[in-house]
């Protein structure tokens, strides 16, 4: 069940299928390659070698992001990736938000707790995002600018799994005292969703449900 102790906390939040619908990262490079730059789309073929490494030698998942985003906006200049960012948000707060979680947000918003948003997803948007949902902190994936041009590597460990687990306990180091929740819908959020006092697995697969339990993590279906 979702907790229900009284502020403040520190409450943290998933984001893509936790608070999105869907995933957020591949729409926001593919609408860039669309909207600006629909002459680099044969250059996705580029991702093809991280892609195949990654499935035939279970490798590394940030070189394929890595990949994905250099292939498909390395090169871009700041002005049009913040104008694409303008764009693309307001349409995702729009239409692509789980109702369920936004009134969970703005619970937790009215009890005021610390409110952080950890997200594999990257900080060229998932920033904005937290901000316009009105979260405190974000921790995400970020990736490297050379000046105003994008060089798309990544500057730090893919937010995911025992990465996630490690930036928790980071968080929890920095907020002693305060009562933990969070939420995430995979079978990869459960290492830092087992650390909460209050671990939620929102909408999580067959496989990710029967793990939380066995972790003491709670499972909710949001709509």
């Known amino acids: ?31 860039f390659l669309a909207h600006y730059t629909p002459w680099r789309i044969p250059l996705m073929l580029g991702v093809l070698p991280a892609v195949m490494e990654f499935v035939l030698r279970f490798g590394d998942e940030s070189v394929v992001k890595e990949a994905f985003i250099r292939c498909a906006m390395g090169g871009s200049k700041r002005p049009e990736i913040d104008a694409w960012t303008a764009t693309f948000i307001p349409k995702l707060l ?54 105003d041009t994008l060089n798309g590597s990544l500057t730090t460990a893919n937010r995911k799994g025992s990465e996630k687990a490690r930036c928790f306990t980071a968080l929890l180091e920095r907020h002693p005292g305060l009562t933990t929740t969070a939420y995430g ?13 209050h671990g939620v697995l929102v909408n999580g697969s067959a496989k990710a449900r029967r793990a ?11 709509h």
């Open 185 to 197: 819908n995979s079978f990869t959020d459960l290492p830092h969703l087992r650390l909460a006092k």
């Open 1 to 31: 069940m979702v907790d229900t102790t009284p502020g403040p906390g520190l409450v943290v939040f998933d984001l893509d299928e936790t608070i999105t619908r869907h995933d957020t990262l591949l729409p926001y490079l593919c609408g």
């Open 212 to 222: 939380a339990q066995s972790f003491g993590v709670s499972c909710v279906d949001w």
């Open 94 to 147: 729009a239409t692509g938000l789980i109702a369920d979680a936004q009134k969970q947000i703005a619970e937790h918003r009215r009890r005021g707790d610390y409110l952080v948003l950890m997200s594999a997803s990257t900080d060229l948007y998932v920033p904005t995002i937290a901000r316009e949902l009105g979260f405190n902190e974000t921790i995400c994936t970020g990736v490297r600018w050379d000046g």
